[in-house]
Nanobody, 111 residues
Framework: QVQLVESGGGLAQAGGSLRLSCEVS????????MGWYRHTRRELVATITT???TKYGDSVKGRFTISRDSVKTVSLEMNNLKPEDTAVYYC?????????WGQGTQVTVSS
């Protein structure tokens, strides 16, 4: 059973940085797409494909960077944070028909 473990959320001041990580366990298979969403999973933050193609939501372009740290870990570097970035961030794993979500990690940005 695929499981996602998210880490790195917390509190930051506006203009500051945080880094989120998502580690995959329970599958020997690579993902097709992994990424991050927020606001009850409805807003795209960033995704990355196995081939390294990235996609970003308009509100985070130029500030956030998604990367693949290892075969099983994807990270999101968040810079120049704004109060409107405050949300629960959810990691997502997709392969074929599998669509798996993490529990979410809270990010709070104070002004």
């Amino acid at each position: 059973q695929v499981q996602l473990v998210e880490s790195g959320g917390g509190l930051a001041q506006a203009g500051g940085s945080l880094r989120l990580s998502c580690e995959v366990s329970g599958t020997p298979f690579d993902f097709n797409v992994m990424g991050w969403y927020r606001h009850t999973r409805r807003e795209l933050v960033a995704t990355i494909t196995t081939g390294g193609t990235t996609k970003y939501g308009d509100s985070v372009k130029g500030r956030f960077t998604i990367s693949r740290d290892s075969v099983k870990t994807v990270s999101l570097e968040m810079n120049n944070l704004k109060p409107e970035d405050t949300a629960v961030y959810y990691c997502n794993f997709r392969r074929d028909l599998a669509d798996i979500w993490g529990q979410g990690t809270q990010v709070t940005v104070s002004s």
